[in-house]
């Protein structure tokens, strides 16, 4: 009997020696339901968000899906973090392979971490991945970009488009698409130019000039031409000014609410 008072003591004891969490929460923070990823890579995965969640204090999460239900990728994104027992600080990287939707949902401190700038951080950086089929690539950088926008946000300030983020080839993400954007302008502006020169070199092929009738002048009678000086007078003059707005101060996260009354921010495309 007393053997088995201190069998049933120990047992006790060990059940006691688990955190209460890991009963009641029953959280799943890789949710692959569109079996996209390998059972090993992710049980991997399921460990380094657990504990990228449990380090930041904010649930970091990943769901892979076959179809939206009906829904929109951010209304799908939203509701799965709301109705499945997350924290109130989190982020949900939702992939969806219907339509090759990827959609990031934030809520509480990771709206502050991750602003508008930060969704086009993690478009530059994961969605290439997504799009060669590298998911588990695609979602190792996540984990990393997170990990990154939250230690800024709590050291200095949220990465944005007046503190832009650093990737590991040391680039700046921000000025890269300015580049891209006047190299796109510049082609442009070329091809425009050599349109042009096409159609002037056409029409002055075509064009013959009148030639300059040197009798024409025997037409103008001495003193029916004359030509007097007038002064016009303006009284008023009205001067409108218009307020210039400095668009490159903006920045920070837009935001809408979910179907469960909660704030979230975020973005996402295709991919």
Not at 184 to 203: D, P
Request: with cysteine; hydrophobic share 35%.
């Amino acid at each position: 009997m007393k053997k088995l008072s201190l069998i049933f003591a120990l047992i006790c004891v060990l059940v006691m020696s688990v955190p209460f969490s890991a009963f009641a929460e029953g959280k799943d923070y890789v949710v692959d339901n569109a079996d996209i990823i390998f059972d090993a890579n992710e049980e991997e995965l399921e460990a380094e968000y657990a504990a990228l969640s449990a380090t930041i204090g904010m649930d970091v999460v990943v769901v892979t899906t076959n179809t939206l239900d009906g829904k929109t990728a951010e209304a799908y994104a939203d509701d799965y973090y709301d109705y499945n027992g997350y924290a109130d600080d989190g982020c949900l990287f939702l992939v969806s392979m219907e339509d090759r939707d990827w959609h990031v949902s934030t809520k509480g401190y990771a709206i502050t971490c991750i602003t508008d700038y930060g969704i086009k951080v993690i478009e530059s950086e994961c969605v290439g991945s997504l799009s060669n089929g590298d998911y588990v690539v695609a979602f190792n950088k996540f984990a990393n970009i997170v990990q990154q926008f939250y230690n800024e946000a709590k050291t200095n300030k949220p990465y944005d488009t007046n503190n832009k983020y650093t990737n590991e080839y040391g680039e700046t993400i921000g000025s890269q698409a300015t580049k891209e954007n006047f190299k796109g302008v510049a082609i442009s502006l070329i091809v425009m130019l050599v349109i042009a020169l096409v159609v002037i070199s056409g029409v002055k092929k075509s064009y013959k000039p009148v030639q300059f009738n040197r009798s024409a002048a025997n037409y103008l009678v001495d003193g029916s031409l004359n030509v007097t000086q007038s002064y016009e007078h303006f009284l008023y003059s009205n001067v409108s000014k218009t307020a210039k707005s400095d668009s490159s101060s903006g920045g920070g996260s837009s935001t809408h609410t979910s179907s469960s009354g909660s704030t979230h921010g975020g973005g996402g495309g295709k991919f």
